[in-house]
Structures are given as structure tokens and as C-alpha cells.
């Protein structure tokens, strides 16, 4: 799995998988004025943490109501981190929410769209249409990245399965060992287990 850390990186990937010329700026959008390439990415970049980094990234539009028969495209970006999923729009807003509150991301072919299921109501994440020609790149990354979402998220009901912290966890299974309630093996397991989630986030 990739792992983008700066604004260069960012933009290569970009320019190998937008599949038609007329996009230059990173929200999709035609820019007539001359300009850093790499602004966007740079301020996306400044977003994350310092252990955070980039999955992938794919970009979308919602559409707004202005009047009654006029609609404004309002575009974003939507970046898969290590931790988290990040939408930055074009108008200076941004919603993140933790993998855990994702419950599944669907392509929609037939209607252009991308169905984000989640624990709430996100502006960002409703009613999201994407540009025909990146339906396959789209579908192929969101196809990467949900089993690396699950794994997150079965660690985090595993870590809720221990009550205490891991050393505690540990001496309680080793008392059931030597009381011969649970087998050496099955001490072992619980062990190798809990370190394991020991230092999830």
C-alpha cells in the first residue's frame, strides 16, 4: 500500500491517474491563471499528523442549489490517510471522520456516483457524482483501501474486548493458566493477541 507524505508525491500520483487532459488543478477544475501546481497538495499535506500519511485520493462533485432552476458544482477531494478519511472542498471547508465511523463506500456506475455509508450525516460525503472517466481508478482504489478500513475497525472492537490495559489483561490470563482453567496455548493466543493491539490508535 502507498504511502504519500508531501505535495510531490501527491501530485505524481495524480497526474498518472487523471485519464483526460482538460483537468489541471486538483478539484477537476480549469485554471485560465498560471499557478503553483503543488498548493493544493501542500496545504492537504499540512492537514495531517505527523505519523499520518496519504492511501489514495480521488475526487468528486456535489452539486448545490443556488436558485430554483441554478446549481452550483461545488468540488472535492476525498484522501484516505493511515488514520482517517479526509473531504476538503474547493469553498474552504473540510470534514474528517475516523475509519470507524465508515460502515461502507459504494461506486454507483449506472449514475456516476459514490455512496459513502456512514454513522451520520456528512455534507461532504452526500450525494457525491464523479466524472465518468475515473469511475474504473475509483473503483479499483475503493477496493484497496475497505480492507484496510476493516482491519481498522476489527481492531478497535478487538481492543474493546479487554477491559483493562494489556499488562493486566496478560496477568489475568496467566492466573487462568495456572489455575488450569484455559490451556498454556490458550494463554499464549490471548497474549500474542494483546500485544498485538497493544499499540493500535
Known amino acids: 500500500m502507498r504511502k504519500m507524505r508531501t505535495a510531490e508525491e501527491m501530485l505524481a500520483y495524480y497526474r498518472e491517474n487523471v485519464e483526460y487532459p482538460k483537468r489541471t488543478g486538483l478539484f477537476g477544475e480549469e485554471?485560465?491563471?498560471?499557478?503553483?501546481?503543488?498548493?493544493?497538495?501542500?496545504?492537504?499535506?499540512?492537514?495531517?499528523?505527523?505519523?499520518?500519511?496519504?492511501?489514495?485520493?480521488?475526487?468528486?462533485?456535489?452539486?448545490r442549489?443556488?436558485?430554483?432552476?441554478?446549481?452550483?458544482e461545488i468540488n472535492w477531494t476525498y484522501i484516505f490517510t493511515n488514520k482517517r478519511l479526509i473531504a476538503k472542498c474547493t469553498e474552504a471547508g473540510w470534514q474528517m471522520l475516523r475509519y470507524k465511523q465508515i460502515n461502507n463506500i459504494l461506486v454507483n456506475a449506472e449514475y456516476n456516483e459514490v455512496y459513502f455509508d456512514t454513522?451520520?450525516?456528512?455534507?461532504?460525503?452526500?450525494?457525491?457524482?464523479i466524472y465518468h472517466e475515473d469511475?474504473?481508478?475509483?473503483?479499483?482504489?475503493?477496493?484497496?483501501?475497505?480492507?484496510?478500513?476493516?482491519?481498522?475497525?476489527e481492531k478497535e472492537a478487538q481492543k474493546k474486548k479487554f477491559s483493562g490495559s494489556p499488562a493486566e489483561?496478560?496477568?489475568?490470563?496467566?492466573?487462568?493458566?495456572d489455575d488450569g482453567i484455559i490451556t498454556e496455548e490458550e494463554f499464549e493466543d490471548r497474549k500474542r493477541e494483546l500485544l498485538k493491539f497493544k499499540y493500535v490508535d
Open 119 to 129: 454513522d451520520g450525516w456528512y455534507r461532504g460525503l452526500a450525494d457525491v457524482n
Open 135 to 153: 469511475i474504473d481508478f475509483i473503483k479499483h482504489e475503493i477496493a484497496e483501501v475497505m480492507p484496510y478500513i476493516r482491519e481498522i475497525q
Open 65 to 72: 442549489q443556488l436558485h430554483r432552476q441554478e446549481h452550483k
Open 31 to 63: 485554471d485560465p491563471e498560471p499557478k503553483d501546481e503543488l498548493f493544493d497538495y501542500k496545504y492537504l499535506i499540512s492537514l495531517l499528523d505527523d505519523d499520518e500519511y496519504v492511501i489514495t485520493f480521488f475526487w468528486g462533485y456535489i452539486f
Open 169 to 177: 489483561e496478560i496477568r489475568r490470563f496467566k492466573e487462568l493458566c
